[in-house]
T-cell receptor
Framework: RKEVEQDPGPFNVPEGATVAFNCTYS??????FFWYRQDCRKEPKLLMS???SGNEDGRFTAQLNRASQYISLLIRDSKLSDSATYLC???????????FGTGTRLQVFP | DVKVTQSSRYLVKRTGEKVFLECVQDMDHENMFWYRQDPGLGLRLIYFSYDVKMKEKGDIPEGYSVSREKKERFSLILESASTNQTSMYLC???????????FGEGSRLTVL
């Protein structure tokens, strides 16, 4: 079983739609969680950290469910510019190593 | 803003050649990393470094070595390039806990 698993998609949604991605992780000792965004042929960039209580940044909401070992990303009012691959990233306890999922591709159409 | 600069965006090398990929960061970060990214496999950690002259193997170190002589610079070396090392190579830096990575633009290596 992969340490971090994501549905590869693609998720094709119209502008204005709400879309959600989930990511599951296998190591219950994982401590830190992040969502990164990667545009085609570009480097990954940090989108947001995921906190235990859940957190929101504008149209983006991240949630953590430790009991079920998954994190989620919700995007409201999708824009064309949200089209990208979203990478789920998990940090092992007591280490600076980050484990990346293979990404979920989102395509927003007019 | 954190700036991570990789020396070459695109390289084409022949099997058996030695390849140097250089990475420089300007934020005085202790941690630096080298990943490779392949379709369907995601980002995989090759090597990382917590400090000058210090290095640790990641998940796929075979066929690679690294050098960190100065805090801001982390080099990835392919002693004898092979076709299965054709990939996108991404360098990143971070401060310690919580680890948040800042990536360079990537170096796309093709080995013929």
């Amino acid at each position: 079983r992969k340490e971090v698993e994501q549905d590869p998609g693609p998720f094709n949604v119209p502008e204005g739609a709400t879309v959600a991605f989930n990511c599951t992780y296998s190591n219950s000792a994982s401590q830190s969680f992040f969502w990164y965004r990667q545009d085609c042929r570009k480097e990954p960039k940090l989108l947001m950290s995921v906190y235990s209580s859940g957190n929101e940044d504008g149209r983006f909401t991240a949630q953590l469910n430790r009991a079920s070992q998954y994190i989620s990303l919700l995007i409201r009012d999708s824009k064309l510019s949200d089209s990208a691959t979203y990478l789920c990233v998990v940090n092992k306890k007591d280490t600076d190593k980050l484990i990346f999922g293979t990404g979920t591709r989102l395509q927003v159409f007019p | 803003d954190v700036k991570v600069t990789q020396s070459s965006r695109y390289l084409v090398k022949r099997t058996g050649e030695k390849v140097f990929l250089e990475c420089v960061q300007d934020m005085d970060h202790e941690n630096m990393f080298w990943y490779r990214q392949d379709p369907g496999l995601g980002l995989r950690l090759i090597y990382f470094s917590y400090d000058v002259k210090m290095k640790e193997k990641g998940d796929i170190p075979e066929g690679y070595s690294v050098s960190r002589e100065k805090k801001e610079r982390f080099s990835l070396i392919l002693e004898s390039a092979s076709t299965n090392q054709t990939s996108m190579y991404l360098c990143a830096s971070s401060s310690p806990a919580p680890v948040m990575l800042f990536f360079g633009e990537g170096s796309r290596l093709t080995v013929l």
